[in-house]
């Protein structure tokens, strides 16, 4: 009779012993898994994202470098409108107030519709309640944006 093969995992020299040997102690049974918890139901707050900054924190340290400081003037960007202008956080927060920087700036902006990169506007910090209130009307009373380079003669409303 040839002799058993070795066990798995056993040096080649090493045999197994015969099934049904008593010297060959019994197989450990196997861990029970562990019972888990029931992960908690999802809240709104759970579902809502992270803040930018934590996401993001090298873009949150540059668009803060002083400090997170409201801006008084700002240089016109390539692509830059009024409206993406005063949306910025550092600047109004809100792009209906556009009209704001439209009306500090008449001296230097013809047309709201046409600004030019380089150009460097006041941001006005003194405004009142009545004054905000007027500028958000303003920008919501302003016809649809509608393509041109030069300034118009007439703008369709009085800021």
């Known amino acids: 009779m040839a002799p058993p093969p070795a066990a798995p995992g056993a040096p080649a020299g090493d045999l197994a012993p015969p099934p049904g040997d008593a010297a060959a102690p019994p197989p450990a049974p196997a861990p029970a898994p562990a019972a888990a918890a029931p992960a908690p139901a999802p809240t709104d707050a759970s579902l809502a994202a992270p803040p930018a900054d934590k996401l993001f924190p090298d873009k949150a340290a540059a668009a803060s470098d002083d400090g997170g400081k409201k801006l008084t003037h700002y240089t016109v960007s390539h692509h830059d409108s009024l409206w993406k202008i005063a ?65 118009r003669e007439k703008l369709p409303i009085e800021y």
């Open 87 to 151: 949306g910025k956080k550092r600047v109004y927060g809100d792009s209906f107030q556009w009209p704001l920087i439209f009306i500090a700036n008449k001296e230097k902006i013809k047309d709201p519709d046409v600004i030019k990169p380089g150009e460097s506007l006041k941001i006005s910090r003194e405004v009142g309640n009545d004054q905000l209130a007027d500028a958000v009307k303003k920008a919501k009373d302003t016809p649809r944006f509608e393509p041109h380079s030069e300034p």
